[in-house]
């Protein structure tokens, strides 16, 4: 692209000081928390829809490619851009634009941090379930994009449950509504399709979201295990019995040594795994509830088990779950997180899976996991300056997924694809699935310059 005619003209939407164009500033932008690195031709900060309206028609016109961004933490090269596209960035566009406590809705910008919404619903006794472990820094925008989950999604279900309209700049330029605040919009289901689309279908602009009333009562159990298949056991267990608690969360011993010396959560460290298991709900009948699930406990062998006194001592229990994926750059600097998910029961097989692909490559994995979902995050521990182990890392990485794909699950539980998983699509998607997906999408963008290049391999790349 010519790159200060372009740049003049995003100046003249947004402002001069609102477009970033020096190498410096652009190196920033080109990678984001998965391992790819691409090349930012320009930034743009933007601060309305009609903004984004503009920039979209105006780069469609001349044939430029663009991302949104919203945090950047997504795992799989989402947000990297490809052919030095334009970086469309959201953090401006992060107020709260209705709180509707009376139709349990609320409508926000794009770039907001899923905290600060969950914050704002708190003062008023409600809340946003989708609860990424990431909330304090990821956005609702790229939490729709790539149909983040959370501990408590067990109970309530991913983003793609709670989110019921967006306000989308169409890859055209054209500004639209899809879906809105009632509830089951007749004929296709577009919000489906754009939830977890990774921005690739079009950008949103604003979003309507279910809330829900606080629970009445919250119960949070930490239980010790001296055994990781025995911590599984219990999660099948639990859920056998036709209970189905807000989270079921597994660290295994890995993870519990590098959160303890980081978050200090009160993890035992010869631990070889901690379950961590809250209900939430009505007061009745809790007490029983978790007393059955103690009892499930002691039949698989816990070492110990307590429950959080007060609010304090669950968020202490919760800040090891949250900070395990920063806590283990103290083993290594770098990791590699594989968000692949099986059939619940199959858990106790992955994770053999992972422990001889650990020993095959030579790289050390720390696994935590939403054991409720089956969805396993094996944490690839390595230096990203060794490129032989990087190439080793790579290659478990894929093995890993494919052990998933075997196991009768799939290569994303909600992290996405971007770029870093488009070959491992072909593990679970025949011709058919993939020609579909490629086939809306040229629909829809048909220049291909919406976050070309991510989620939908070319079918030429068929191994
Ligand atoms: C420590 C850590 C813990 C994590 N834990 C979890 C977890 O528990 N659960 C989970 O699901 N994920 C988790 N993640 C992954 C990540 O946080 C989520 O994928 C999150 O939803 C990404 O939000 P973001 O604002 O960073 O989006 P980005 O990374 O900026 O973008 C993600 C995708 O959404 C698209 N997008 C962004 N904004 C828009 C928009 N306005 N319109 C259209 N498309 C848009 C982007 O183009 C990109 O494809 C974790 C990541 C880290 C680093």
Redesign the pocket.
């Known amino acids: 692209m010519e790159k200060e005619h372009v740049r003049d003209a995003l100046q003249r939407i947004v402002g001069k000081e609102n477009v970033l164009w020096k190498d410096v500033d652009l190196a920033v932008y080109s990678y ?2 998965g391992l790819v690195k691409g090349k930012a031709g320009l930034v743009v900060f933007v601060d309305n829809s009609d903004q984004v309206a503009q920039i979209v028609s105006f780069l469609c016109k001349e044939g430029i490619s663009y ?9 799989t090269g ?2 990297v851009p490809l052919n030095e596209g334009v970086v469309i960035e ?1 953090s401006r566009m992060n107020r709260i634009l209705e709180i509707d406590i009376e139709n349990e809705r609320v409508v926000v910008e ?1 770039g907001i941090y899923n905290l600060t919404v969950q914050n704002a619903l708190a003062e008023k006794g409600y809340y946003y379930a989708p609860d ?3 909330q304090k ?3 609702m ?6 149909n ?3 501990p408590h999604c067990l109970k309530y279900g991913v983003t793609s449950n709670h989110v019921l309209g967006a306000e989308v700049v169409l890859p055209s330029g054209e500004k639209t509504w899809i879906g809105g605040k009632a509830l089951d919009a007749p004929g296709p289901d577009l919000m489906g399709l754009l939830v977890g689309s ?2 690739t279908l ?4 604003k979003i309507v979201c279910r809330i829900m009333r606080s629970p009445e009562r919250v119960l949070t159990m930490l239980a010790i295990y001296s055994s990781v298949e025995a911590a599984g056991q219990t999660v099948s267990d639990i859920i056998a019995e036709g209970i189905i608690p807000a989270t079921l969360e597994i660290m295994d011993n890995v993870v519990i040594r590098a959160v303890e010396a980081s978050v200090h959560a009160g993890y035992p460290l010869d631990a070889e795994a901690v379950l961590l298991i809250e209900l939430d709900g009505l007061t009745d009948g809790m007490d029983e509830q978790m007393k059955r699930i103690t009892e499930i406990c002691e039949k698989n062998g816990v070492v110990s088990h307590r429950i959080a006194k007060d609010a304090n001592e669950r968020n202490i229990l919760w800040a090891g779950r949250r900070g395990a ?2 806590a283990v750059a103290r083993i290594r600097p770098a990791y590699l997180v594989c968000d692949g998910t099986v059939p619940r029961t199959q858990l106790p097989k992955a994770l053999t899976e992972v422990k001889k692909i650990s020993e095959k490559y030579r790289v050390p994995i720390g696994n935590v996991f939403h054991a409720g979902d089956g969805n396993l995050h094996p944490l690839i521990l390595f230096d990203d300056r060794d490129a032989d182990e990087l190439e080793r890392v790579h290659k478990a990485g894929r093995e890993i997924l494919k052990a998933c794909a075997d196991l009768g699950g799939t290569i994303s539980g ?3 694809i ?1 770029t870093e998983k488009l070959n491992e699509m072909f593990l679970v998607f025949k011709g058919d699935d993939i020609r579909m997906m490629s086939a809306i999408k040229q629909a829809v963008d048909r220049k291909g310059l919406c ?1 070309p290049g ?1 989620v939908i391999p070319a079918q030429e790349a068929r191994p």
Do not use: C, M, Q, Y
Not at 67 to 75: C, H
Not at 141 to 146: A, D, I, M, S
């Open positions: 984001d928390a991302v949104a961004r919203g945090s950047g933490t997504n795992l989402g947000t959201f794009p990424p472990a990431s820094a990821s956005s925008g790229g939490n729709l994009g790539e983040a989950g959370g990774e921005g079009g950008i949103v602009t994926f920063g909600e992290h996405g971007g976050n991510k």
